[in-house]
Protein backbone atom coordinates (compact mmCIF):
# COMPACT_ATOMS: atom_id res chain seq x y z
CA UNK A 1 0.00 0.00 0.00
CA UNK A 2 1.59 3.02 -0.96
CA UNK A 3 1.62 6.42 1.53
CA UNK A 4 0.76 9.97 -0.20
CA UNK A 5 3.00 12.38 1.23
CA UNK A 6 1.35 16.12 0.77
CA UNK A 7 3.93 18.82 -0.27
CA UNK A 8 4.28 21.80 1.42
CA UNK A 9 7.59 23.70 -0.01
CA UNK A 10 10.64 22.67 -2.06
CA UNK A 11 13.57 22.95 0.79
CA UNK A 12 16.58 22.42 -1.29
CA UNK A 13 17.37 21.45 -5.04
CA UNK A 14 21.04 20.91 -6.51
CA UNK A 15 21.21 22.34 -9.78
CA UNK A 16 24.76 21.02 -10.91
CA UNK A 17 24.41 18.93 -13.81
CA UNK A 18 27.18 15.76 -12.71
CA UNK A 19 25.73 14.87 -9.01
CA UNK A 20 22.98 13.03 -7.57
CA UNK A 21 20.09 15.38 -8.40
CA UNK A 22 19.50 15.69 -4.92
CA UNK A 23 16.28 17.78 -3.73
CA UNK A 24 14.38 18.22 -0.25
CA UNK A 25 10.87 18.78 0.33
CA UNK A 26 8.93 19.50 3.18
CA UNK A 27 5.67 17.40 3.68
CA UNK A 28 3.03 16.15 5.59
CA UNK A 29 1.24 13.26 6.64
CA UNK A 30 -1.73 12.86 8.84
CA UNK A 31 -0.57 16.55 10.63
CA UNK A 32 2.95 15.09 11.54
CA UNK A 33 5.77 17.03 9.27
CA UNK A 34 8.57 15.83 7.31
CA UNK A 35 11.57 16.17 5.28
CA UNK A 36 11.86 13.90 2.17
CA UNK A 37 15.24 13.52 0.88
CA UNK A 38 15.35 12.90 -3.20
CA UNK A 39 18.23 11.59 -5.13
CA UNK A 40 20.04 9.06 -7.59
CA UNK A 41 23.24 7.33 -6.36
CA UNK A 42 25.30 4.71 -7.15
CA UNK A 43 23.60 1.24 -6.46
CA UNK A 44 26.67 0.28 -4.43
CA UNK A 45 25.91 3.32 -1.94
CA UNK A 46 22.27 2.94 -1.88
CA UNK A 47 21.85 2.43 1.65
CA UNK A 48 24.99 3.89 2.99
CA UNK A 49 22.82 6.93 4.30
CA UNK A 50 20.08 4.98 5.73
CA UNK A 51 22.59 2.47 7.34
CA UNK A 52 23.90 5.29 9.08
CA UNK A 53 21.14 7.23 9.95
CA UNK A 54 20.35 3.67 11.58
CA UNK A 55 23.25 3.63 13.34
CA UNK A 56 23.22 7.32 15.04
CA UNK A 57 19.61 7.15 15.78
CA UNK A 58 18.58 9.60 18.69
CA UNK A 59 21.53 11.55 18.21
CA UNK A 60 20.62 15.26 19.06
CA UNK A 61 21.42 17.12 16.06
CA UNK A 62 21.20 14.71 13.19
CA UNK A 63 17.82 13.62 11.42
CA UNK A 64 15.53 10.87 12.87
CA UNK A 65 14.99 8.41 9.79
CA UNK A 66 11.59 7.37 9.29
CA UNK A 67 11.26 5.39 6.05
CA UNK A 68 13.21 4.52 3.07
CA UNK A 69 12.63 3.03 -0.19
CA UNK A 70 13.78 2.71 -3.80
CA UNK A 71 11.46 4.29 -6.57
CA UNK A 72 9.53 1.62 -8.56
CA UNK A 73 8.58 1.53 -12.14
CA UNK A 74 6.03 -1.31 -12.62
CA UNK A 75 8.27 -4.29 -10.75
CA UNK A 76 11.42 -2.54 -11.95
CA UNK A 77 14.10 -0.43 -9.67
CA UNK A 78 13.61 3.33 -11.23
CA UNK A 79 17.16 3.64 -12.56
CA UNK A 80 18.85 6.18 -15.76
CA UNK A 81 18.74 3.47 -18.26
CA UNK A 82 14.82 3.34 -18.21
CA UNK A 83 15.37 6.71 -19.05
CA UNK A 84 18.32 7.20 -21.00
CA UNK A 85 19.76 4.64 -24.02
CA UNK A 86 23.94 4.87 -23.51
CA UNK A 87 26.00 4.43 -26.50
CA UNK A 88 28.24 2.53 -23.86
CA UNK A 89 28.47 0.12 -21.11
CA UNK A 90 27.69 2.04 -17.61
CA UNK A 91 29.17 -0.07 -14.88
CA UNK A 92 28.00 2.20 -12.07
CA UNK A 93 24.07 2.50 -12.38
CA UNK A 94 22.15 5.43 -10.40
CA UNK A 95 19.19 4.34 -8.61
CA UNK A 96 16.58 6.60 -7.82
CA UNK A 97 15.91 6.63 -3.98
CA UNK A 98 14.16 8.23 -1.20
CA UNK A 99 14.44 9.34 2.36
CA UNK A 100 11.95 10.65 4.61
CA UNK A 101 13.32 11.93 7.59
CA UNK A 102 11.82 13.87 10.77
CA UNK A 103 12.65 16.92 11.51
CA UNK A 104 12.23 19.58 9.11
CA UNK A 105 14.98 22.10 8.71
CA UNK A 106 15.76 25.55 6.88
CA UNK A 107 18.55 26.27 5.22
CA UNK A 108 21.47 28.15 6.59
CA UNK A 109 21.29 30.89 4.37
CA UNK A 110 18.05 32.10 6.48
CA UNK A 111 19.87 33.51 9.75
CA UNK A 112 19.50 36.61 10.48
CA UNK A 113 21.72 37.45 12.97
CA UNK A 114 25.62 36.58 14.16
CA UNK A 115 24.39 35.26 17.30
CA UNK A 116 21.62 32.73 15.65
CA UNK A 117 24.91 31.93 13.14
CA UNK A 118 26.92 30.79 16.21
CA UNK A 119 24.55 28.88 17.84
CA UNK A 120 23.84 26.80 15.02
CA UNK A 121 27.65 26.03 14.37
CA UNK A 122 27.88 25.32 18.19
CA UNK A 123 25.94 22.37 17.81
CA UNK A 124 27.31 20.97 14.06
CA UNK A 125 30.60 21.24 15.86
CA UNK A 126 29.07 19.14 19.00
CA UNK A 127 27.56 16.95 17.05
CA UNK A 128 30.63 16.10 14.35
CA UNK A 129 32.67 15.50 17.88
CA UNK A 130 30.35 13.06 18.95
CA UNK A 131 29.85 11.38 15.74
CA UNK A 132 33.83 11.21 15.49
CA UNK A 133 34.68 10.42 19.49
CA UNK A 134 31.94 7.96 19.84
CA UNK A 135 30.72 6.65 16.58
CA UNK A 136 33.83 6.44 14.53
CA UNK A 137 32.72 7.99 11.48
CA UNK A 138 33.42 11.17 9.49
CA UNK A 139 30.74 13.19 7.56
CA UNK A 140 33.21 14.06 5.18
CA UNK A 141 30.74 16.30 3.35
CA UNK A 142 30.58 19.85 5.28
CA UNK A 143 29.19 22.31 3.61
CA UNK A 144 26.77 25.36 4.17
CA UNK A 145 24.29 23.12 2.35
CA UNK A 146 24.88 20.45 4.57
CA UNK A 147 24.18 22.40 7.81
CA UNK A 148 20.66 23.24 8.86
CA UNK A 149 18.42 25.90 10.87
CA UNK A 150 15.26 24.10 13.34
CA UNK A 151 13.98 26.73 15.42
CA UNK A 152 13.48 24.82 18.58
CA UNK A 153 15.72 22.38 20.90
CA UNK A 154 13.05 18.91 20.58
CA UNK A 155 15.58 16.32 20.09
CA UNK A 156 17.31 15.41 23.99
CA UNK A 157 19.37 13.21 22.37
CA UNK A 158 23.21 11.76 23.33
CA UNK A 159 25.35 14.23 22.91
CA UNK A 160 28.73 14.79 24.32
CA UNK A 161 28.29 16.16 28.07
CA UNK A 162 29.83 18.97 29.87
CA UNK A 163 31.72 17.31 33.29
CA UNK A 164 30.78 18.39 36.08
CA UNK A 165 33.33 20.88 38.28
CA UNK A 166 33.28 21.19 41.82
CA UNK A 167 34.10 24.23 42.86
CA UNK A 168 37.49 24.64 45.61
CA UNK A 169 36.84 25.77 49.05
CA UNK A 170 38.27 29.31 49.67
CA UNK A 171 41.40 29.78 51.89
CA UNK A 172 41.44 30.63 55.24
CA UNK A 173 43.41 34.11 56.33
CA UNK A 174 44.68 33.15 59.57
CA UNK A 175 45.75 36.06 62.23
CA UNK A 176 47.84 35.43 65.31
CA UNK A 177 46.79 36.49 69.03
CA UNK A 178 48.04 39.56 68.73
CA UNK A 179 46.67 41.52 66.23
CA UNK A 180 44.68 44.68 67.86
CA UNK A 181 40.65 45.10 67.45
CA UNK A 182 41.71 47.53 64.94
CA UNK A 183 43.64 44.85 62.94
CA UNK A 184 40.61 42.14 63.37
CA UNK A 185 38.62 45.04 61.88
CA UNK A 186 40.97 45.27 59.28
CA UNK A 187 41.56 41.27 58.96
CA UNK A 188 37.75 41.05 58.50
CA UNK A 189 37.33 43.33 55.53
CA UNK A 190 40.27 41.56 54.32
CA UNK A 191 38.54 38.35 54.83
CA UNK A 192 35.55 39.86 53.18
CA UNK A 193 38.17 40.63 49.66
CA UNK A 194 39.23 37.65 49.90
CA UNK A 195 36.35 35.76 49.83
CA UNK A 196 34.94 37.80 47.08
CA UNK A 197 38.22 37.10 45.14
CA UNK A 198 38.11 33.31 45.61
CA UNK A 199 34.36 33.18 44.89
CA UNK A 200 35.73 34.56 41.23
CA UNK A 201 38.28 32.37 41.09
CA UNK A 202 36.09 29.39 42.01
CA UNK A 203 34.20 30.66 39.16
CA UNK A 204 36.48 28.40 36.20
CA UNK A 205 36.03 28.70 32.87
CA UNK A 206 33.96 25.46 32.26
CA UNK A 207 31.84 26.33 34.69
CA UNK A 208 31.48 29.36 32.59
CA UNK A 209 30.74 27.57 29.68
CA UNK A 210 28.11 25.28 31.17
CA UNK A 211 26.23 27.98 32.23
CA UNK A 212 26.38 29.88 29.24
CA UNK A 213 24.94 26.41 27.27
CA UNK A 214 22.25 26.55 29.45
CA UNK A 215 21.46 30.00 29.00
CA UNK A 216 21.69 29.33 24.97
CA UNK A 217 19.62 26.45 25.56
CA UNK A 218 16.58 28.47 27.29
CA UNK A 219 17.13 31.47 24.43
CA UNK A 220 16.74 28.70 22.17
CA UNK A 221 13.15 27.67 23.61
CA UNK A 222 12.06 31.16 23.22
CA UNK A 223 13.03 31.34 19.60
CA UNK A 224 16.00 33.96 20.33
CA UNK A 225 18.66 31.53 19.05
CA UNK A 226 18.37 28.35 17.00
CA UNK A 227 19.24 25.14 17.00
CA UNK A 228 21.59 23.35 14.32
CA UNK A 229 21.26 19.98 12.27
CA UNK A 230 23.73 18.21 10.35
CA UNK A 231 22.26 16.43 7.47
CA UNK A 232 23.75 14.23 4.14
CA UNK A 233 25.47 11.54 4.95
CA UNK A 234 25.98 9.66 1.98
CA UNK A 235 29.72 10.34 2.22
CA UNK A 236 30.69 9.36 5.48
CA UNK A 237 33.71 7.48 5.98
CA UNK A 238 34.23 4.93 9.18
CA UNK A 239 37.09 5.17 11.00
CA UNK A 240 39.20 1.93 12.25
CA UNK A 241 38.38 1.58 15.89
CA UNK A 242 42.09 -0.47 16.32
CA UNK A 243 44.31 1.76 14.48
CA UNK A 244 45.73 5.11 15.68
CA UNK A 245 44.39 8.09 12.91
CA UNK A 246 44.69 11.10 12.18
CA UNK A 247 43.62 13.89 9.93
CA UNK A 248 45.24 15.04 6.54
CA UNK A 249 44.79 17.92 4.24
CA UNK A 250 43.24 14.86 1.76
CA UNK A 251 41.09 13.16 4.30
CA UNK A 252 37.89 15.46 2.99
CA UNK A 253 35.60 16.82 0.84
CA UNK A 254 36.43 20.72 0.53
CA UNK A 255 33.55 22.63 -0.90
CA UNK A 256 33.66 24.68 -3.11
CA UNK A 257 34.11 27.75 -2.30
CA UNK A 258 35.48 26.16 1.02
CA UNK A 259 33.21 26.15 3.78
CA UNK A 260 35.27 28.23 6.61
CA UNK A 261 35.35 31.11 3.40
CA UNK A 262 32.12 30.87 2.47
CA UNK A 263 31.17 31.73 6.44
CA UNK A 264 33.58 34.50 6.38
CA UNK A 265 31.63 35.65 3.17
CA UNK A 266 28.43 35.02 4.66
CA UNK A 267 29.35 37.15 7.84
CA UNK A 268 30.80 39.97 6.51
CA UNK A 269 29.41 40.30 3.11
Not at 46 to 68: C, F, N, R, T, Y
Not at 78 to 107: G, K, S, Y
Not at 116 to 129: A, P, Q, R, T
Not at 200 to 215: A, F, G
Request: charged share 20%; hydrophobic share 40%; glycine share 4%.
Amino acid sequence: MSIMYDIIDRIFFSFLICGQATSCWHVHLNEEHYMVKDLWMSASWVSHEEDILHKIQGLKGVPELVAAWTVKIGSSDDNMHLHHDFPFHIEDVQIHHRLVMWLVATPLSNFNSIHKLLSIFIDVLNVHMTLVMQYYILHHDLSNNNIMIYPCNVLTGKTMQHRKVAASSSEEWPCDGKCSQDDGRDSHMESHHNDAVDSITEETHEQKLIQWDQERHQQIQTSTLHNGLLIDFDYVTKLDQSQPWALTAGDHTISNPPLPQLLLLMIFG
